[in-house]
């Protein structure tokens, strides 16, 4: 039988409380969401102020971080590539999104799940993201 590490509800609290915490000392509102090692959703928050199309995109970024163990602007960057390039459709999922700030939780070298924010800049989104990574990593 194999056993599967994987994030918990205090961890997905405790990352996001931290996010909220930097966007509003910022003055910036997001939603963020956390995933488990198979990108289904743990916790989520709708910042006041945040675009309605920023939830369901930062539930696909960590649904997408998780399941490919990888950063979400790297899948993004794979696709634009000129030479290597190809359709987000490759994935077989609508659910996979390219954008930036979608981060996976690595623990002793296994992904146990993935921060996702949205609502800003693909680089802002991805800088309040590795916050609550490196929170949970760290733990």
Same mark, same amino acid.
């Given at each position: ?36 090692? +198979? ?41 634009? +590539? ?58």
């Amino acid at each position: 039988m194999k056993t599967i590490n994987t994030l918990d509800f205090d961890d997905a609290k405790n990352a996001i409380d931290r996010i909220v915490q930097k966007a509003t000392e910022i003055k910036k509102a997001a939603s963020v969401a956390v995933a488990d090692s +198979h990108g289904d959703l743990l916790y989520f928050v709708r910042m006041d102020g945040a675009p309605v199309s920023s939830i369901q995109i930062s539930i696909n970024k960590a649904w997408t971080a998780a399941r490919e163990r990888k950063p979400t602007k790297d899948i993004g960057d794979r696709i634009r +590539h000129p030479e290597k390039g190809h359709d987000i459709a490759y994935y077989g999922d609508p659910k996979y999104v390219g954008w930036g700030g979608g981060l996976p939780v690595l623990k002793n070298g296994q992904v146990v799940g993935a921060v996702a924010v949205s609502g800003l800049s693909s680089e802002e989104d991805a800088a309040l993201a590795a916050l609550g990574v490196e929170l949970i990593a760290g733990g």
